[in-house]
């Protein structure tokens, strides 16, 4: 299930954010939870719609704050805030939900 993914996804994004706050990376912690967040929300907000564009465009929400995310996890990859053996299968869960957000979206 996609929100399923979604939530489970927001959750490790949570505990990276965690691993932040230790380093005293408390905005970009803050950051990582709200776009991780914003994933199964937009996700939840959008199934509730009666209306098959207005679900659509929940979707695509979801899905740019998926990228957020991806965005914020290779820009702390290269500036050696995380390591890349630490965010590649973030990155590449991020890309299987992307996947799936887009057939779902296609499929309404």
Same mark, same amino acid.
């Given at each position: 299930m996609?929100?399923?993914?979604?939530?489970?996804?927001a959750i490790q994004f949570h505990r990276l954010a965690e691993k932040f706050e230790q380093k005293k990376y408390y905005r970009y912690a803050?950051?990582?939870r709200a776009a991780g967040l914003s994933v199964p929300n937009n @996700? %939840?907000?959008? $199934?509730?719609?009666?209306?098959a564009a207005e679900f659509k465009? /929940?979707?695509? @929400? %979801?899905?740019? $704050?998926?990228?957020?995310?991806?965005?914020?996890?290779?820009? /702390?990859?290269e500036t050696g805030i995380v390591a890349a053996q630490d965010i590649a299968s973030l990155v590449s869960n991020?890309?299987?939900?992307?996947?799936?957000?887009?057939?779902?979206?296609?499929?309404?």
């Open positions: 996609v929100w399923q993914d979604s939530k489970d996804l803050e950051q990582l @996700i %939840a907000e959008g $199934s509730a719609s009666p209306h465009q /929940f979707l695509n @929400i %979801a899905r740019r $704050s998926l990228f957020e995310s991806v965005s914020m996890l290779l820009v /702390f990859e991020c890309d299987q939900l992307s996947r799936k957000l887009t057939n779902l979206s296609r499929s309404r």
